[in-house]
C-alpha cells in the first residue's frame, strides 16, 4: 500500500499514520492539504490517505467532512486517536529554558503552549512557523534565527534535537482523530469494537426529520458516537449529517438500522466499517444482537413459509 | 370447507358468517360458545369458526382474544363488520305496534332497544329469552306467551315473521366485528386494503416497553388501528396486547416490523392477515412502501458485495 | 365515613375494604352491581364504594373501567390488592375431606379450584351457588343440603365453619385489586409511594395518537403500570384509555404530563392519586424530581426576568 | 446604540448591519475578528455586534458558535441573511469586460466567481486582496495595479465605481445568516415570526441523549431549524449543540421545552428570541398553542383546587 497524509512530515498526522504497522514499513508522502490528499487517492496516485477528522477542541474538520461526504466514493478502513502534546526542542548549544530567548512553532501550537511559556520562560519571544515540523527542523540549520521550536514527539524524535521540555500544552488531554482514506473495496474484518461512518441527507425541508432519522438507529439499538450538520450549499437550513455508529456493517442491526436510514433519507452515504481506536461506549443489547436477528428471520420465513400454502 | 360459528343461528354472528359467499353455500353449525367454536377448529370437527372479536359499545370480546392468543396456533383469515340493529317482529295476528303487549328479547337487546320501546309502546311488558334468535323463534308456535321479538335481520327473514318495525335501537351505528378463524395454513392473498392481527408479550417489569413497542411499528410506517391489553395471568400489570395492523404479512414493512417486535417481546404471535372489512385509514408512507424496501435492500446488497472484496 | 361495596357480605371486595382501618370501625353494606355501588356515591347515599378494577387472570373490570371513566366525576382515594385465595368449609359433623361428598361455591369459584377438589376428593360433586359467601352462609342452615363450600378466608371467619383445607386454588398467586371510590374532594397526601389513575380519550382518527401520548409520559419520567383501551361507543377503533402512574398530583412531573396529555388528548379525567398498595416497579428519574422542577423554573423565569428589561 | 461589525468596511457584514433602520443611523466601527467585536460588546465598548453565524455553503461560522456559547453571557437580538452576490468594479477609464487584463478580490470570493470570470474574461489574472472591500478601494488609488475587483453591492455603492457586470457568482443562491448581538437584557417583542437561539450541553455518555433531547422539543411541537454539535473541549465525542428554533420565549410552548430540556441536560445557554428574517417553515400544532397550554395549565389549577379540600 501506497500512503499519503496531511503534511508536513512529523505533524501528528504522519504520527497517526505510524499506529499503522503496514505505514511504518512503507513511504509516506505528505500533501498540503485535506483535498490534495484525498484527491491524490481518487486519481490512484496513493493507495490511502490519512486525513483529520475531529479534535476534541476545535470539533470536526469541515475539509475532511466534505470532500468525504460528496465527490467520488471513499472508504475509511481505519482510525487512529493521537494526543496533541509538545515538546519543546534546542537547537545545539541550549540545554537549559533559561537559555531560551525565541520560541518558533505554528502559531496554533503557539496559542495551545503559551502559558506555560510565559509563566516559565518570562520575555520569551514568538517567532512564526509554517508548521510545529518546519520550526523543529529550521533548528538543524547552523544559522537557525531562534533558540527553541514547540512540536509534536514524533519531530522531536525525527530531528534528534534536545527535548528540554515536554507535556507543555496548557490543556492537557486534546487528542485529534484521524482516519485512513481509500477507495471502496473490502472492508476490514469485525472485531466486535467496530465503528461505521455514513453520511445521511434528510429529505427536504421535513420538521422532525432528525428526530425520524434518529428513531431508526435507536429502535435498532445502535448508538451514535459522532454527529455533526454540514450545509449542503442548496440554502439555508438544509443539512446533511455525518455520523459515527458503535458497529459494524456485517452486523444485522448496523445494516438493518442503515437499510432504514435509506427508505426514509434523501441519500445515505455509506463511508466504511473498521476498528474503533477507543472502547465502544455500550454494548449491544440483547434484541440488537446477531442472534435475536437470526431468531426473528427464522420466525419470519416460517410464517412466511406456512401462509404460502406449502407447509 | 365446513363452519361453525357463535349461535344460535339467526344471531348477528351468522349474518356476519353470510357476507362469506363460500359460507352462504355450505351447512353452518352453531357453536353455544366462542370456547367451544374454536376448540371445534382445534380438533377439526369444523374447518373454520366465526366468532366476534371486538363490539364498538362493549369492546374487545375477551373469550375471543384470550382463546386465540393461547393454546393451539390459530389464523384469522376473514372479518365482517356488522351493524347492530334490530326489528321488532310479531306473532300471526299483530299487525301494529298498538296491539304489543309484551315483547320477549335477550337483555343486552332489551338494553339498547328500551328507549325506544317504552317510548313507543307505553306499558308494554318485557320477558327475557336466552337469545333473540330465540325470542323470535317462539312466536311461530301458537302457544306464544307474548306478542312480539326484538330481533336482527336475519332472524326475522329466517322465520318470515311480520316486521313492525326496524331500527329501533336507542344509539344507531354500533357494529360488532367478527372474525373467521381456522387452523394456520395460507393466508388470503394482498389486496392491498388488508390487516393483520398479532399477540405480542412484552418482556417482563420494563417500564417504558409499550413505547419501544409502538417504535417497531412507527419507524416501519405500520399504523395500528386496534390495541388491547389482556392479563398474562401471571400477575398484576403483567399484560399481552393484541393489536390489529393495517397491512399484509407479504408487505416488506409488515414483515420487518413483526421482525422488529420479535426481538424486542417476550413473545409474539402472529394471527393472520386478511382483507380489512372497511376502508383503511391511513396510507402507506413512501418511505414503507414496497420498492423503498426493494431499494433499501438492493442498495445493502450491493454495499456488502464491494465490502466482501468480490466486487 | 360510611361505605358500600360490590356483595354480598364475606367476599374478597369486603376483604378488600377491610384493609383500611376507617371501614373496620363503620357500617359497610353491600350493593349487588358495580353500577349500584358507584350510583350509591353519586346519589350521596354512600360516602365511599370499593369495587373491583383489575384482577390478575381476568383483567380490567370492564364496568368499573367504564363507569368511573364517564358520568359524574368520581375519585379514588384507596387501592387495596387481594390474594385470590380459597378455603373449603364444612358444616358440623363434618371433620375431614373424606366425608366430603358435595361441595357448593360460585361458579367461578368452582373453575379456580376444581383441579384440586377432583383430586383430593375423588367423585365429589358441585352445587352452584349465587356466591362464595352464600355457600358458605347456606353451612350454616341445619337443612343445608351440601356438605362444604370454597369460599375465601373472611366468608370463614365470618361464619365460624371449620376449615378443613385451605390455599385450594389450582393456580397460585392470583390477585384482585379493588378500589376505593368517592366524590371529588380532597386527595390523599403524598406517601412518596403514590399511584394516579386517568382517563384519556385521544383525537379522533389520528394514526399515531396513542404512541405520541405515551411520549408525554415518558418525556417527563412517568412511569405507566395499566393501561387499558375501552370503546368510547361511537365506531369501531375508536378508545379512550384508562391509566395508572406511578407518582402523586402533587409532584411536578405528574402535573406536567397531565397537561401535555390534556393538550393533545380530546379530553383527559383525572381519577385521583393514592397510596400504592404494592412497591413501586421505578424510582422516580433525577431529571424529573421535584428538585429539577424547581430548578428548571427558576431558570426560566429569571430568563424571563431579565427579558422583560426590568433586570 | 453603538455598533461594531466583522469588518472591514463594506463587506456582507456591514450590509447585514444596514438591515437595521437604527445601525444606518449611528456610527458602525469594524472589528478585525468575531473575537474582538464579541468582546468590545462584553467589555461594554460597543452596545452591539454583527457577525456571521452561518453560511449556506460552508455551514456554521465555528468562531461564533463557540463564542456566544462560552464566557459572559451574550444574547441575539436580531438576524438578517444576506445575499452572497458579487459585482465587478472597473477603475477609472476601464469601461467594458474587454478591457480587464486584472481583478483583485479576496481568495475566497475569486473562488465563488473564478468560473465566470475565466469564460467570460478570457487569460484575466487574479491578485489576491485581503478583503473584497479591500480590492474595490484600491481601484480608487490612481496608481492602482489592477483594473478591476470583485465586490459586494454595497462596497460597490460605497466606492461609487462603476459596475461592469453583477451576479458573476457561480452558483447563485448562497446567502450569510448574521446575528446582532449585546449583552443580556430586555428581548424584542414577539411577532408572531420569531426564532430562539439555545446552546446545549448533554450529560456525559449518555446514549441516545440527542434523541431524548429531540423529544422535549417535538413533544411540545416545537420545531428546529438549526442544529449543530460543537466540541466541549473536554474529550472526543463529547459535544454541546448549538440550535435555533421557532418560536419566542413568551411561547409557553417555547419555555416549557426549554424548561424540559434544562432538566435532562447539564447545561442549557439561552441566547435570545427575535423576529425571524426569513418565513418560519412549520405553523404552531393546535396543541402548543398558547391557548392549549392556558387550558390545560387552568385544568391543572382546578384540580390541584379540588385536591386541596378547599373547593
Known amino acids: 500500500m501506497t500512503y499519503t497524509f496531511l503534511g508536513p512530515a512529523g505533524t ?8 499503522l504497522p503496514d505505514a511504518v514499513r512503507e513511504e509516506r508522502v505528505p500533501s498540503t492539504s485535506v483535498d490534495t490528499a484525498l484527491a491524490a487517492v481518487r486519481s490512484g496516485e496513493f493507495e490511502a490517505a490519512m486525513v483529520p477528522i475531529e479534535n476534541s477542541v476545535e470539533g470536526g474538520v469541515s475539509a475532511t467532512l466534505d470532500a468525504i461526504a460528496t465527490g467520488d466514493a471513499l472508504q475509511i478502513i481505519a482510525e487512529a486517536v493521537i494526543p496533541v502534546t ?6 545545539e548549544g541550549i540545554t537549559s529554558l533559561d537559555q531560551v530567548r525565541t520560541i518558533s ?3 496554533h501550537a503557539w496559542a495551545q503552549c503559551r502559558g506555560w511559556a510565559e509563566k516559565t520562560i518570562p520575555g520569551v519571544e514568538f517567532l512564526p512557523a509554517s508548521s510545529t515540523a518546519a520550526g523543529a527542523m529550521g533548528l538543524l540549520d547552523a ?3 531562534y533558540d527553541a ?6 519531530a522531536a524524535e525525527l ?8 507535556g507543555v500544552e496548557d490543556h492537557a488531554g486534546a487528542v485529534t482523530r484521524f482516519v485512513l482514506v481509500r477507495k471502496p473495496g473490502k472492508i476490514p474484518a469485525a472485531t466486535g469494537s467496530d465503528k461505521s ?11 422532525g426529520g432528525l428526530r425520524e432519522l434518529l428513531d431508526q438507529f435507536a429502535t435498532r439499538g445502535v448508538n451514535l458516537t459522532r454527529i455533526e450538520s454540514r450545509p449542503t450549499g442548496t440554502s439555508l437550513g438544509q443539512y446533511f449529517f455525518s455520523m459515527d455508529l458503535e458497529g459494524h456493517l456485517g452486523e444485522p442491526r448496523i445494516a438493518d438500522a442503515l437499510a432504514g436510514a435509506h427508505r426514509i433519507a434523501a441519500d445515505v452515504r455509506f463511508l466504511g466499517s473498521y476498528p474503533s481506536a477507543t472502547p465502544l461506549s455500550s454494548p449491544v443489547p440483547v434484541h440488537a444482537s446477531a442472534e435475536a436477528y437470526a431468531a426473528a428471520g427464522e420466525w419470519i420465513r416460517r410464517l412466511k413459509h406456512v401462509a404460502s400454502g406449502e407447509a
Open 12 to 19: 501528528f498526522c504522519e504520527s497517526a499514520l505510524l499506529t
Open 86 to 91: 509538545f515538546q519543546l526542542v534546542a537547537r
Open 105 to 107: 512553532t505554528h502559531s
Open 143 to 145: 544559522e537557525c534565527g
Open 149 to 154: 521550536a514547540l512540536c509534536n514527539p514524533l
Open 159 to 166: 530531528t534528534g534535537l534536545d527535548v528540554l521540555a515536554e
Open 197 to 207: 461512518t455514513v453520511v445521511i441527507t434528510p429529505t427536504v425541508d421535513h420538521p
